[in-house]
C-alpha cells in the first residue's frame, strides 16, 4: 500500500524563478487526468491526485537552515520538482531541499525542469555560471549527504524558449508522478476532446438527418414547407460553419468529410428546381468544405474539380445579384481556392489569373463595406496569396513587400483586439511567410526574427488551447524553418533538437488524423533532414531508424493519393536524397544507384513546366553528383569528372543562385579539383552568414 503524502509534490526554486514556479503550480494542480485513464489508474489501486502542491516555502524560512516545518513539508511530499537556472545553482536554500529529500526518499522522486541556463555548462562548451543543474541533481550523495565525485546525468524537460514548450513539459512531469507512460498521456489526452467533439459531431448528424427526412416527405407529397426546410438549412449551415469550427482544431477529416457529404446529399435530394439562391448558396460551400477535405487529403486533382464547380455557381449567384456582399465572398472563396490549387501545382499562370480575382474581389469588399473588419481580413489574405505567388517565382523583394504590408495590416487588427486568437493565428501565419522569405533570399537574423514571432505566438495559442491541431501543425512548420536556419547558421546540436521534437509532433499529429496529408508530410521532412544530419556529421548508423519512417510516411501520403508538384520538389526528394547519401556513407553503390534510380524516377514524372521550377535546378545537380560519386567509388574518373560539371552546368542555368544552391555549387568544385574557385566561393558564402557545417567542414580541409 502506497504511503498518503500530505502534499504530490514540493517546488524547490530560487526566488529569482517565481514566476517559473508559480506556473509550475498552477499546470500540475489544475490539470485534469482523461477519465479513461484516471479510471485505469483506480482500478490498479494507484492514486490520481496530482494537489495540492507545496510552493510558498518563504513562509516557513526563519534562517540560513533548514529548518523544521520545512524539513516537515520535505517529508510530506511525495515529489521533489527543482526549478534549474543558474540561480537554482546559486542557491544555498535549493541545494540543501535537493539533498535533503534525496536523503529522505530515493533520486527517482526528484524531477528536474530546466528554466534557464545550460545543462552540464562546461562540458558542452559553455561558461561555467551558465550551469543549470545544481550539485546534488550533478552528483551523488553517500551514506551521511555529503557530495561525491561520482557523476550522474539528470534528466529534465526544458521550459526554455526552444525547448519542449509548457505543454509538454507539463504532460512529462504529470506522467512522471503519475507513472504513466508519456505517449499514453498524450493520445489520452488528445482522445478526450476528440470523443467530446466527434458526438457533438454524430449528434448532430442525427438530428439533421431526421429533419432531411421529414423534408423530403414533405417534397415527395409537393407539399414544401418552408419553415421546415428554413429548419433543415440552418442545421446544414451549422454543420459546414460552426461544428467544423470545432472539429478542424482537432483534426479530424473524415468526420469532417462526413459532414460536408450529408450535407451535400441533402441539397442532391431537394433538386435545383426547389432550391432559392441562398439554398444555392449554401450548397456551394458544402461543395467548398468537400474541396478543402479533399486538398487536406492530398487529393488536388479532385479538390480542383471541385472547386471549378462551385466557381461556376458562385459567379452565377453573383451575376445575379452584384451588390450583395454575402455573393461577394462566396465566390471570393472559390476563386482563392482555384487559384491556390494552382500555386500548389505551381502552376503559375493559372494561380496568378485566379489570386488576382480574389484580390480585386476582396477589394470589392472593403470598398462597398470600408468598416467591416471581416472584409478586411479578407483583403489581408488576399495580398498575403500574392505575396505566396511572388515566393515560390523566386521574386523575394516583391514577397518582402507584400507581407510586410498585410503584417502591418493584421497588426493593427490584433491591436484593436488583443489576445483574440483567429488573428492571433493569422499573424503567425503571416510572420512564417515572412520567415521564410528573408530564408530564401539570404536574411538570416531577419528570418530568425520572425520565426521567434510566429513560435511564440503558436505557444500563446497552445496555452489558450492545448488540443488545437491546426496550431500544432503550423508550430511544426515553424521548427522546420527553425532547423534549417540552425543549419545554415552552423548550429548542429540545436538543429538536431529541433528535428527531433519536430519529428516527434508531426509524427504524433498523424497519429491522431492519418488522413491529413499535410502532417505526413512534415513528418517525412524531419525524418529526412535527420537523417541527412546523422550521416553528415559522421553517425550514418543513426540515419535508418529516419529512413524508415521517411519511407512509411511517403507510403501513407501516396496511399492518400496526394500529388502535389511543389510538394514533390522539395519534401520527399529530401526523404530520396538521405536514402542515396546513407548508401554513399556506407560505399555501398549498387544500393546508392539504385536509390538515385527512384530518385530520377520520381523526376521524370513531373510535368514539364515544373521542371523549370527554381527548385528543380537543385535537385538535378544533385543527382548528377550523386552519380559521379558513384562512378569515382567505382573507379571511372573520366565518368565520375563528366557527372559533376554537368551538375555545374545546371546551376549555370539559375540567374541568381541561393546559398544553398551555391553550397551546391561548392561541392561539385571542390570535387572537381577547382581549389581555387572552390575556396572563393566557400569564403564568400561564410563571409555572408552561411556557416553550414558541411561547408564549413570542407572548406577547412582545402589545400593553401
Known amino acids: 500500500m502506497e504511503k498518503n503524502y500530505k502534499y504530490k509534490a ?279 468544405l468537400l474541396g478543402e477535405i479533399q486538398r487536406g487529403k492530398g487529393n488536388l486533382s479532385g479538390a480542383s474539380a471541385i472547386f471549378s464547380q462551385v466557381a461556376a455557381d458562385t459567379a452565377a449567384l453573383l451575376a445575379a445579384e452584384p451588390g450583395n456582399t454575402k455573393r461577394i465572398f462566396d465566390h471570393a472563396q472559390s476563386t482563392f481556392w482555384q487559384g491556390y490549387i494552382a500555386w500548389e501545382n505551381l502552376d503559375f499562370d493559372n494561380a496568378s489569373t485566379h489570386l488576382s480575382a480574389y484580390r480585386d474581389l476582396a477589394q470589392r469588399l472593403v470598398d462597398t463595406e470600408p468598416d467591416n473588419v471581416d472584409w478586411q481580413l479578407e483583403l489581408h489574405y488576399a495580398y498575403s496569396s500574392m505575396g505566396a505567388l511572388y515566393y515560390q517565382q523566386g521574386e523575394w523583394d516583391l514577397a518582402q513587400k507584400v507581407f510586410s504590408e498585410s503584417l502591418n495590416l493584421i497588426e493593427t487588427i490584433l491591436a484593436a483586439q488583443p489576445g483574440n486568437p483567429e488573428y492571433m493565428r493569422i499573424y503567425a501565419e503571416e510572420a512564417s511567410w515572412l520567415a521564410s522569405t528573408y530564408l530564401a533570399s539570404n536574411q538570416y537574423s531577419r528570418s530568425a526574427e520572425f520565426n521567434a514571432r510566429e513560435y511564440d505566438t503558436y505557444e500563446q495559442l497552445l496555452l489558450m488551447s492545448p488540443d488545437d491541431r491546426t496550431v500544432e501543425s503550423r508550430r511544426v512548420t515553424a521548427l522546420e524553418i527553425r532547423a534549417t536556419l540552425q543549419l545554415i547558421l552552423g548550429e548542429v546540436e540545436q538543429a538536431r533538437r529541433t528535428l527531433a521534437e519536430g519529428e516527434a509532433q508531426a509524427a504524433s499529429l498523424a497519429k491522431l488524423d492519418p488522413e491529413n496529408a499535410d502532417y505526413w508530410k512534415s513528418h517525412v521532412f524531419m525524418s529526412a533532414r535527420l537523417a541527412l544530419l546523422h550521416i553528415s556529421t559522421g553517425s550514418p548508423g543513426e540515419a535508418p531508424a529516419h529512413l524508415d519512417k521517411c519511407r512509411e510516411s511517403g507510403a501513407s501520403l501516396s496511399s492518400l493519393n496526394a500529388d502535389s508538384s511543389r510538394w514533390l520538389l522539395s519534401g520527399y526528394a529530401q526523404c530520396r536524397i538521405a536514402a542515396v547519401r546513407y548508401w554513399l556513407a556506407k560505399r555501398d553503390t549498387r544500393n546508392a544507384a539504385a536509390a538515385i534510380k527512384a530518385l530520377e524516377a520520381m523526376h521524370a514524372e513531373l510535368p514539364a513546366p515544373m521542371q523549370s521550377h527554381r527548385l528543380y535546378p537543385d535537385v538535378t545537380a544533385e543527382i548528377l553528383i550523386y552519380q559521379g560519386d558513384i562512378a569515382n567509388m567505382e573507379g571511372d574518373v573520366s565518368r565520375a569528372m563528366t557527372h559533376w560539371q554537368s551538375a555545374l552546368a545546371v546551376l549555370d542555368t539559375v540567374s541568381q543562385l541561393t546559398h544553398a544552391q551555391s553550397h551546391i555549387r561548392f561541392d561539385a568544385l571542390v570535387r572537381l579539383d577547382d581549389v581555387s574557385t572552390a575556396k572563393q566561393l566557400g569564403r564568400q558564402l561564410m563571409d555572408q552568414g552561411y556557416l553550414h557545417h558541411q561547408l564549413t567542414r570542407s572548406y577547412a580541409t582545402l589545400p593553401p
Open 10 to 288: 514540493f517546488i524547490s526554486y530560487s526566488r529569482q524563478d517565481e514566476k517559473a514556479a508559480r506556473w509550475l503550480q498552477r499546470a500540475v494542480e489544475n490539470y485534469r487526468l482523461p477519465r479513461h485513464l484516471a479510471a485505469s489508474l483506480r482500478n490498479q489501486g494507484r492514486a490520481t491526485a496530482l494537489r495540492p502542491v507545496f510552493k510558498d516555502r518563504e513562509d516557513l524560512h526563519a534562517s540560513s537552515n533548514l529548518g523544521d516545518s520545512l524539513r516537515r513539508a520535505l517529508a510530506e511530499s511525495e515529489y521533489l520538482i527543482v526549478v534549474c537556472s543558474p540561480n537554482a545553482v546559486a542557491s544555498e536554500w535549493v541545494n540543501q531541499e535537493i539533498a535533503e529529500f534525496i536523503r529522505m526518499r530515493s533520486l527517482d522522486r526528484v524531477l528536474a525542469v530546466i528554466v534557464a541556463g545550460e545543462p552540464n555548462a562546461v562540458e558542452a562548451g559553455h561558461r561555467p555560471d551558465l550551469e543549470c543543474f545544481p550539485d546534488p541533481l550533478k552528483y551523488e550523495l553517500d551514506a551521511d549527504g555529503s557530495l561525491t565525485d561520482n557523476r550522474r546525468e539528470p534528466l529534465a524537460p526544458d521550459l526554455r524558449d526552444g525547448g519542449d514548450g509548457k505543454r509538454l513539459v507539463r504532460l512529462k512531469l504529470i506522467a512522471s508522478m503519475l507513472g504513466v507512460d508519456l505517449d499514453q498521456l498524450v493520445q489520452r489526452e488528445a482522445q478526450r476532446r476528440v470523443q467530446i467533439l466527434g458526438a457533438v459531431a454524430i449528434f448532430a448528424l442525427i438530428i439533421a438527418g431526421a429533419l432531411l427526412f421529414m423534408t423530403l416527405q414533405t417534397l415527395r407529397a409537393n407539399q414544401i414547407a418552408e419553415a421546415r426546410r428554413n429548419s433543415a438549412e440552418s442545421l446544414i449551415e451549422f454543420m459546414i460553419s460552426d461544428l467544423r469550427d470545432q472539429l478542424e482544431p482537432v483534426g479530424r477529416l473524415a468526420v469532417l468529410d462526413s459532414v460536408g457529404a450529408r450535407a451535400l446529399k441533402y441539397y442532391e435530394g431537394l433538386g435545383s428546381e426547389h432550391m432559392n439562391a441562398d439554398s444555392l448558396g449554401r450548397r456551394s460551400r458544402a461543395l467548398l
